[in-house]
């Protein structure tokens, strides 16, 4: 499967944004979906995940409550909504896939991706 990421953006704090991540070459919906991001100088961290029928999500305690990620697998894509951005969301976001039977499962470490997006960049401004 092929991923691309886009919808980042230069925000101000207590913006919203919306990431999309396209998929194409094979059938999404067995795929479960992953969020990460790296800012600069930093390792790549877990943001969210989603399983393959958006029935199970799960997030990053920094994000919780603030992130929403859903998926549409008629239209083979996954999303981000960030509300209330902070400066230290700032960061280059990846979308990542990986294969998986049909369960409930989500994947919060990166290496349990085998495809990947380029990032989109998110800079949150104070």
């Known amino acids: 499967v092929q991923l691309q990421a886009s919808g980042g953006g230069l925000v101000q704090a207590g913006d919203s944004l919306r990431l999309s991540c396209a998929a194409s070459?094979?059938?999404?919906?067995?795929?479960?979906m992953g969020w990460f991001r790296q800012a600069l100088g930093k390792e790549r961290e877990f943001v969210a995940a989603?399983?393959?029928?958006?029935?199970?999500?799960g997030y990053a305690d920094s994000v919780k409550g603030r992130f929403t990620v859903s998926r549409d697998n008629a239209r083979n894509a996954v999303y981000l909504r960030m509300n209330t951005l902070k400066p230290e969301d700032t960061a280059a976001y990846y979308c990542?896939?990986?294969?998986?039977?049909?369960?409930?499962?989500?994947?919060?470490?990166?290496?349990?991706?085998?495809?990947w997006g380029q990032g989109t960049l998110v800079t949150v401004s104070s």
């Open positions: 990542a896939a990986r294969w998986t039977r049909r369960s409930s499962t989500w994947y919060s470490q990166d290496l349990e991706y085998g495809a």
């Open positions: 989603i399983n393959w029928s958006g029935s199970s999500t």
């Open positions: 070459g094979d059938t999404f919906s067995n795929y479960v």
